[in-house]
């Protein structure tokens, strides 16, 4: 599974079976991985990657992670490498934070980038903490216009 999120074919959203197969991640042009989960890169001489430590659990907390794991798609995207985020099954986690990534990089509202996901990826499945977790970090940020609640 290789889902385009922004139709340009260089931001994927994957599961643990897309990171760890090299001819479609090599086909796709693929150069940076943001690993949410926490396992070990299957690559790692080969992919930038940026592991995060999150269980898909409600009380999980997302907030302390996202302006790394956002930061780190962003500059991959604008030196022109693509990228994949992905976690175990490409549901909850990894979609939470390309949301926070299209919101805060992108400036669509937590609503649109909750609809261009669910258009992409309809079986994913987003925790409301995670939801409101990103809430929280786009309201700390200097344009807290960005936050909506749920």
């Known amino acids: 599974m290789l889902i385009d ?4 074919r260089c931001l994927f959203l994957g599961d ?4 760890s ?5 090599q086909a796709n042009r693929v150069r940076a991985v943001l690993n949410i989960g926490g396992g070990p890169p299957k690559f790692p001489d080969a992919f930038d990657y940026h592991s995060v430590r999150v ?5 999980a907390d997302i907030v302390a992670h996202l302006p790394a794991a956002t930061a780190f ?22 979609p939470a934070f390309l949301i926070a ?5 992108r400036g669509l509202t ?7 996901l669910l258009a992409k990826r309809p079986a994913a499945k987003l925790r409301t903490a995670f939801l409101l ?13 960005l936050a909506e609640s749920i």
């Open 16 to 19: 643990r079976h897309t990171a």
């Open 5 to 8: 999120i922004l139709g340009d």
């Open 101 to 105: 990534f299209l919101c805060r990089y």
């Open 55 to 59: 269980a898909d659990r409600d009380d």
């Open 110 to 116: 937590r609503a649109q980038a909750v609809e261009q």
């Open 73 to 94: 798609i962003d500059h991959h995207l604008t030196q022109g490498h693509c990228v994949l985020v992905h976690c175990r099954g490409g549901l909850s986690r990894s």
């Open 133 to 145: 977790g990103i809430d929280q970090w786009l309201a700390s940020l200097p344009e807290p216009a």
């Open 21 to 25: 197969n090299w001819a479609v991640l």
